[in-house]
């Protein structure tokens, strides 16, 4: 895909992508392996990670952070403030907590922006009650050359993505449809348009009963919209996109 301009996408089921660099650098989003239904084999022997992103605190987002990064202990782990210290506090050092709106430039051809999304993101810990995670939250990612990808994290559509147009100008969008938890097919419709994005990611469906939308009612409701022209890349578990 002459798109990504040397860079690859995996998805690695739910929520979950690798972004590998054309500088070879890895990116991990919101890493769920461990009790993931759809997370491929390959999840569990990755081999790389530099960055690790975190949307919101919820387990499906959060739930292999910490052990990545114990393991992966020279990897960058970035997520809002509050989540940011909750992870410290599990014993990863290296942590970086910033916040909506806020960009951080981890090397001179990646910047990470922090965007917003709407839901919630209370941490469920073994040691005591749900903790306060600051806001759920999305991400552009700039890469060498200008690519731009943008994660919404969970999220419904919002009036706001418009800005993310304009400040961003995001070249391709990964989006929620599953409904339930987050925005269906008709809500990622609508952000692809207030995005003015020519590519669309879906994910965040089909993990579990209640995640109804699928990529084809996406690319039905893009339709109605006269979104004819936005390439809906559905993608399997493990697959790579170049």
Known sequence: MALLKG?????????TFKVTTAQKKVILIDPWIEGNPKSPAQARHLTKVDFILVTHGHSDHINDVVPTAQKFINAKVL???????????QGVENVIGFNIGGSVKVQEDITFSMTPAFHSSGISSKEEKTVYGGEAVGYVIELKKGLKLYHAG??????D??????LYAP???MLPIGDYYTMGPKGAALSARLLGVKHVIPMHY?????????PKQLKRELRKLGL???????MT????IT
């Not at 860079?7 to 929520?15: C, P, R, S, Y």
């Not at 969970?154 to 009036?159: N, V």
Request: charged share 15%; net charge negative.
């Open 171 to 173: 070249d391709i969008a």
């Open 7 to 15: 860079a690859q996408i995996t998805w690695l089921g739910h929520a």
């Open 79 to 89: 997520a809002m403030v509050e989540t940011a210290e909750w992870i410290s506090s």
């Open 206 to 214: 089909g993990t579990f009963p209640a995640l109804t939308g699928t």
């Open 154 to 159: 969970d999220t419904c559509a919002f009036g």
């Open 237 to 240: 578990p493990g697959h790579t």
């Open 161 to 166: 993505m418009q800005l993310i147009r304009k």
């Open 228 to 234: 004819k022209s936005v390439q809906v890349i559905e």
